[in-house]
T-cell receptor, first 117, second 118 residues
Framework: DTGVSQDPRHKITKRGQNVTFRCDPISEHNRLYWYRQTLGQGPEFLTYFQNEAQLEKSRLLSDRFSAERPKGSFSTLEIQRTEQGDSAMYLC???????????????FGEGSRLTVL | AQTVTQSQPEMSVQEAETVTLSCTYDTSESDYYLFWYKQPPSRQMILVIRQEAYKQQNATENRFSVNFQKAAKSFSLKISDSQLGDAAMYFCACTRVAGGTSYGKLTFGQGTILTVHP
């Protein structure tokens, strides 16, 4: 499978616990994005990386959220001290760097669904 | 800042018929891309069609076409000869363009659930 993979697909946790999600992008893609999608809504941008550099973070990404992409390949999204409002689907996407002849189309993973009890 | 609005929470169509999904947007950017993405149940989101705002010609991909009205900031998706596999949530999205290349940070609408009846 050469698509974007996310792990775990489902996570149920108690309020106050920490959770970590992993995303493995398509291997030749140097851009990686995290989005959050709540039930019945469209995805909302959280952050993105170009290689290992985190270039932008949304105001949605509170201090309890941290994302890393240490070697420019896979990425992790950690949520500390989870709250019920963090319950959502966390989507990862990857793309090539847009440029002449490169559309920069986003390829999404299937998402990691978080339920905070 | 950009906003994208999909005013149809749900739509339905008979197999083999045509359906149009509506989308309006607002952006202060002079150059931008518009997209329609499809999200089947429990499956990943995939790109259906893309429109560069500077192009006057409406994009077409097989059975999928758009009606891009730049002045009205409207971007509707037409699905012809609907198939059962078209059933999904459809999202309209927008991104700014810088230096002739898309940014990748998308602003999505709320989505439209499309049901296809056999």
């Amino acid at each position: 499978d050469t698509g974007v993979s996310q792990d775990p697909r489902h996570k149920i946790t108690k309020r106050g616990q920490n959770v970590t999600f992993r995303c493995d992008p398509i291997s030749e893609h140097n851009r990686l994005y995290w989005y959050r999608q709540t039930l019945g809504q469209g995805p909302e941008f959280l952050t993105y990386f170009q290689n290992e550099a985190q270039l932008e973070k949304s105001r949605l990404l509170s201090d309890r959220f941290s994302a890393e992409r240490p070697k420019g390949s896979f990425s992790t999204l950690e949520i500390q001290r989870t709250e019920q409002g963090d319950s959502a689907m966390y989507l990862c996407a990857s793309s090539t760097r847009p440029g002449p002849g490169r559309s920069g189309e986003l390829f999404f993973g299937e998402g990691s669904r978080l339920t905070v009890l | 800042a950009q906003t994208v609005t999909q005013s149809q929470p749900e739509m339905s169509v008979q197999e083999a018929e045509t359906v149009t999904l509506s989308c309006t947007y607002d952006t202060s950017e002079s150059d931008y891309y518009l997209f329609w993405y499809k999200q089947p149940p429990s499956r990943q989101m995939i790109l259906v069609i893309r429109q560069e705002a500077y192009k006057q010609q409406n994009a077409t991909e097989n059975r999928f076409s758009v009606n891009f009205q730049k002045a009205a900031k409207s971007f509707s998706l037409k699905i012809s000869d609907s198939q059962l596999g078209d059933a999904a949530m459809y999202f309209c999205a927008c991104t700014r363009v810088a230096g002739g290349t898309s940014y990748g940070k998308l602003t999505f609408g709320q989505g439209t659930i499309l049901t296809v009846h056999p």
